[in-house]
């Protein structure tokens, strides 16, 4: 510019003049628009003058050049500025700083320390060897430091339900967390049971960035072996590497991660960081299982690994005790009721204890007194009371005086124990009256003895790990293969094997679809429906009808993983003929390991025929003239030597057989004046025999 504005400036003073191509103007007469001007100009005059002008310019040059040279800089800092927020963007979000929002000094640290460990261990009864290590791991990144963008610490929680993994873990965060100590007391859970079908991943994905992004101090993941194979990687790589990569671009829009695909867009994230988190795997699993599902790097990446032990009797007293404080310290708050507790309510409440959930059933049960003692105020509406909370074999039990009346009061259908035991005897009851089946039956009874050692195992420390109780029934129809499932499912609820004790019966087309993609989602269905009970597949043998069939072996390689994943809620029997179901076992490399309870259901002989018909007969409401013993056994007999060999031992034959007496009684009946008949009584003419001979 400085030199275009020199050269305009000599020419004007070598000749004189200064040609313009616009209009201008030195007197007032007026250019038109676009002609050429010649203005005068006398150098000697005018010297002064070009020099200021001149100066002018040069004044107006810097101006711009500092102008210029501070826009420059602007847009550097905001090129710089954009690349921060891009390369902030990129980065896994987590809380930095491997500190965890420590503010205090190493003796203010130990003493937070100190009463975090207080507070659990009045939380969590008999675990201080796992409260000990537990703590270790929530201190390991204070003591031992974090490398940068890594996790602040990542430990396996191992230990059956009900000892205290989850309590410990809230109540040492929370209290870390309302020292300062960590930057949040609160912890994120994904349940990873959430994620159980295929494209699952991709909602993991959201959550996970939500639980990161949450300001949690850290992240609980729990019930890996219910989630779909798929997740299972990406769990592994935020343990093993610290950071999970993204299958896909997203990036974070309105709060949310979102798959863009192919589209151009700011701030695209890559992976997802555990930076600055503590990350707990929460199972009731052993290593051994945890290798399987993760393999051997997994465990190597692990910094602690923190087991509860099973509770022994001395603990679990001791959450009895607690257990009624909070039901007494509640009672008086709430309802305004006064009350004492004993030993003998301390060992009713105890007695509520069950292995396979822990203290969670104590406490359930201290619950549920006191949602009696809450039901007993809404309707009564007494404005206080004063009692005393005793037990007995059938539970606990408030004492209290109301309107000068001495009062009781037990939950409704809390019997305890006494019920537990009705229960069981009511199916051993049920089952010796099934006709026959001797060793069927003895095999059923001998489950209640196997789950009872297992019990006194874990609670003695020991390894204990109940069978696979599959089983396949095998033998001609009307053998009692479904009532014996019946019996079964009722069985193994009341013993404490299942929860539920429901039997769900289905066929092949209540598994198989008729079309593609239709079939897993159908056999998953049947499976849920029958958590905490028994699936009893009828036929079963009809779900493989050769190698082309695909639906049927969908169904079966569904239903063998669905097995393993419910393994500890699920009991399958399988039912069918013999020979057909020997050949279905070959379906599936995983059937026949998953089923090795096979249990033949022989024929009825003729006289058990006759028992079946006799409890038919009584259970319609009949009596049976003994004059029909021989013809009936008679006729059994022969129907087996000459009939079908798939129904002669059938108890179907004789219900059948007992259902046209009755049409033929009630004809004899009507034939009789009123004074002769006998609507209870079954002749042997009423089953087609005379004389006592067929």
Same mark, same amino acid.
């Given at each position: 510019?400085?030199?275009?504005?020199?050269?305009?400036?000599?020419?004007?003073?070598?000749?004189g003049?200064?040609?313009?191509?616009?209009?201008? %103007?030195?007197? @007032?007469?007026?250019a038109?628009?676009? %002609?050429?001007v010649?203005?005068e100009w006398?150098?000697?005059?005018?010297?002064?003058?070009?020099k200021?002008?001149?100066?002018?310019? %040069?004044?107006?040059?810097?101006?711009?050049?500092?102008?210029?040279?501070?826009?420059?800089?602007?847009?550097?800092?905001?090129?710089?500025?954009?690349?921060?927020?891009?390369?902030?963007?990129?980065?896994?979000?987590?809380?930095?700083?491997?500190?965890?929002?420590?503010?205090?000094?190493?003796?203010?640290?130990?003493?937070a320390f100190?009463?975090?460990?207080?507070?659990?261990?009045?939380?969590?009864?008999?675990q201080?060897e796992?409260?000990?290590s537990?703590?270790?791991?929530?201190?390991?990144?204070?003591?031992a430091?974090? $490398?940068?963008?890594?996790?602040?610490? +990542?430990?396996?929680?191992?230990?059956?339900?009900?000892?205290?993994?989850?309590?410990?873990?809230t109540?040492?965060?929370?209290?870390?967390?309302r020292?300062?100590?960590?930057?949040s007391?609160?912890?994120?859970?994904?349940?990873?049971?959430?994620?159980?079908?295929?494209?699952?991943?991709?909602?993991?994905?959201?959550?996970?960035?939500?639980?990161?992004?949450?300001?949690a101090?850290?992240?609980?993941?729990?019930?890996?072996?219910?989630?779909?194979?798929?997740?299972? @990687?990406l769990?592994?790589?935020?343990?093993?590497?610290?950071?999970v990569?993204?299958?896909?671009?997203?990036?974070?829009?309105k709060?949310?991660?979102?798959?863009?695909?192919?589209?151009?867009a700011?701030?695209?994230?890559?992976?997802?960081?555990?930076?600055?988190?503590?990350?707990?795997?929460v199972?009731?699993?052993?290593?051994?299982k945890?290798?399987?599902?993760?393999? =051997?790097?997994?465990?190597?990446a692990?910094?602690?690994?923190?087991?509860?032990?099973?509770?022994?009797?001395?603990?679990?007293?001791a959450?009895?005790?607690?257990?009624?404080k909070?039901?007494?310290?509640?009672?008086?708050?709430?309802?305004?009721?006064?009350?004492?507790?004993?030993?003998?309510?301390?060992?009713?409440?105890?007695?509520a204890?069950?292995?396979?959930?822990?203290?969670?059933?104590i &406490?359930?049960?201290?619950?549920?007194?006191?949602?009696?003692?809450? $039901?007993?105020?809404?309707?009564?509406?007494? $404005?206080?009371?004063?009692?005393?909370?005793?037990g007995d074999?059938?539970?606990?039990?408030?004492?209290?005086?109301?309107?000068?009346?001495?009062?009781?009061?037990?939950?409704?259908?809390?019997?305890?124990?006494?019920?537990?035991?009705a229960?069981? $005897?009511?199916?051993?009851q049920?089952?010796?009256?099934?006709?026959?089946?001797?060793?069927?039956?003895?095999?059923?009874?001998?489950l209640e003895?196997?789950?009872?050692i297992?019990?006194?195992?874990?609670e003695?420390?020991?390894?204990?790990?109940?069978?696979? =109780?599959?089983?396949?029934?095998?033998?001609?129809?009307?053998?009692?293969?479904?009532?014996?499932?019946?019996?079964?499912? &009722?069985?193994?609820?009341?013993?404490?094997?299942?929860?539920g004790?429901?039997?769900?019966?289905?066929?092949?087309?209540?598994?198989?679809?008729?079309?593609?993609?239709?079939?897993? @989602?159908?056999?998953?269905k049947?499976?849920?429906?029958?958590?905490?009970?028994?699936?009893?597949?009828?036929?079963?043998?009809?779900?493989?009808?050769?190698?082309?069939?695909?639906?049927g072996?969908?169904a079966?390689?569904?239903?063998?993983?669905e097995?393993?994943?419910?393994?500890?809620d699920?009991?399958?029997?399988?039912?069918?003929?013999?020979?057909?179901?020997?050949?279905f076992?070959?379906?599936?490399?995983?059937? &026949?390991? +998953?089923?090795?309870?096979?249990?033949e259901? @022989?024929?009825?002989?003729?006289?058990?025929?006759?028992?079946?018909?006799?409890?038919i007969?009584?259970?319609?409401?009949? +009596?049976?003239?003994?004059?029909?013993?021989?013809p009936?056994?008679?006729?059994?007999?022969?129907?087996?030597?000459?009939?079908?060999?798939?129904?002669?031992?059938?108890?179907?034959?004789?219900?059948n057989?007992?259902?046209?007496?009755?049409?033929?009684?009630? &004809?004899?009946?009507?034939?009789?004046?009123?004074?002769?008949?006998?609507?209870?009584?079954?002749?042997?003419?009423?089953?087609?025999?005379?004389?006592?001979?067929?």
């Amino acid at each position: 510019m400085k030199n275009d504005i020199d050269a305009l400036l000599e020419a004007m003073f070598r000749n004189g003049k200064l040609n313009l191509n616009k209009s201008s %103007e030195k007197k @007032p007469t007026a250019a038109k628009s676009g %002609e050429k001007v010649s203005l005068e100009w006398d150098p000697a005059e005018n010297a002064e003058q070009a020099k200021e002008a001149l100066n002018t310019v %040069e004044q107006a040059e810097e101006k711009i050049t500092a102008a210029l040279q501070k826009n420059l800089e602007q847009l550097a800092k905001d090129a710089d500025a954009d690349l921060k927020d891009l390369e902030q963007h990129l980065q896994q979000d987590g809380i930095k700083n491997t500190s965890a929002g420590n503010g205090g000094n190493p003796r203010d640290l130990d003493a937070a320390f100190a009463a975090a460990e207080k507070e659990a261990k009045e939380k969590v009864l008999g675990q201080e060897e796992f409260l000990s290590s537990l703590l270790i791991a929530f201190k390991r990144p204070f003591v031992a430091g974090t $490398e940068e963008h890594t996790p602040l610490c +990542r430990a396996a929680v191992l230990g059956k339900s009900g000892t205290g993994k989850h309590s410990a873990l809230t109540v040492l965060a929370a209290s870390l967390g309302r020292q300062g100590v960590l930057k949040s007391p609160k912890l994120a859970a994904i349940d990873l049971s959430n994620y159980r079908d295929p494209g699952s991943e991709k909602l993991f994905i959201q959550d996970l960035y939500a639980a990161l992004k949450s300001g949690a101090c850290g992240l609980v993941f729990e019930h890996f072996e219910d989630c779909h194979p798929s997740v299972l @990687p990406l769990v592994s790589a935020l343990f093993r590497e610290g950071e999970v990569p993204l299958p896909s671009r997203y990036a974070e829009q309105k709060g949310l991660l979102v798959d863009i695909g192919n589209a151009l867009a700011p701030g695209v994230i890559s992976s997802l960081s555990g930076e600055g988190k503590y990350l707990f795997l929460v199972t009731d699993k052993t290593e051994t299982k945890l290798a399987d599902a993760f393999g =051997m790097p997994f465990l190597s990446a692990l910094d602690d690994v923190c087991e509860t032990k099973p509770l022994s009797a001395e603990t679990v007293s001791a959450i009895a005790e607690q257990t009624l404080k909070e039901l007494c310290n509640k009672s008086d708050k709430q309802l305004h009721f006064t009350i004492e507790f004993d030993d003998t309510a301390k060992k009713s409440l105890a007695d509520a204890f069950r292995s396979e959930q822990g203290a969670v059933s104590i &406490r359930a049960a201290g619950e549920a007194f006191y949602d009696t003692l809450s $039901e007993m105020k809404l309707r009564q509406k007494p $404005e206080a009371l004063s009692g005393k909370l005793t037990g007995d074999e059938n539970g606990l039990v408030f004492t209290y005086k109301l309107a000068g009346e001495d009062r009781a009061l037990r939950r409704e259908g809390d019997t305890g124990d006494a019920a537990r035991e009705a229960a069981i $005897e009511s199916v051993k009851q049920e089952l010796a009256e099934v006709v026959g089946l001797k060793e069927i039956k003895e095999y059923i009874l001998s489950l209640e003895d196997n789950f009872q050692i297992q019990q006194m195992r874990r609670e003695k420390g020991l390894k204990a790990e109940s069978p696979s =109780m599959h089983m396949i029934f095998t033998g001609n129809p009307g053998t009692g293969k479904t009532t014996v499932a019946r019996i079964v499912s &009722r069985y193994l609820k009341a013993i404490g094997v299942l929860q539920g004790g429901q039997l769900i019966e289905v066929t092949r087309a209540d598994l198989v679809g008729r079309y593609v993609g239709h079939t897993a @989602p159908l056999t998953q269905k049947a499976i849920q429906s029958a958590l905490g009970g028994v699936l009893f597949i009828d036929e079963a043998y009809s779900l493989f009808r050769g190698k082309d069939d695909s639906f049927g072996l969908e169904a079966i390689d569904t239903l063998v993983k669905e097995m393993e994943d419910h393994r500890d809620d699920l009991l399958v029997i399988m039912a069918g003929y013999s020979k057909e179901m020997e050949e279905f076992l070959t379906a599936n490399s995983g059937l &026949r390991s +998953r089923f090795p309870n096979l249990i033949e259901f @022989p024929d009825y002989t003729a006289q058990e025929l006759l028992e079946i018909t006799k409890s038919i007969v009584k259970g319609k409401g009949y +009596r049976l003239a003994e004059a029909c013993d021989q013809p009936l056994l008679a006729h059994y007999e022969a129907v087996q030597r000459e009939g079908d060999p798939r129904t002669n031992g059938n108890g179907r034959m004789a219900r059948n057989k007992v259902e046209e007496a009755i049409l033929a009684c009630s &004809r004899r009946n009507m034939q009789l004046p009123e004074a002769e008949r006998d609507l209870e009584l079954l002749l042997p003419g009423d089953f087609g025999f005379s004389e006592g001979k067929e």
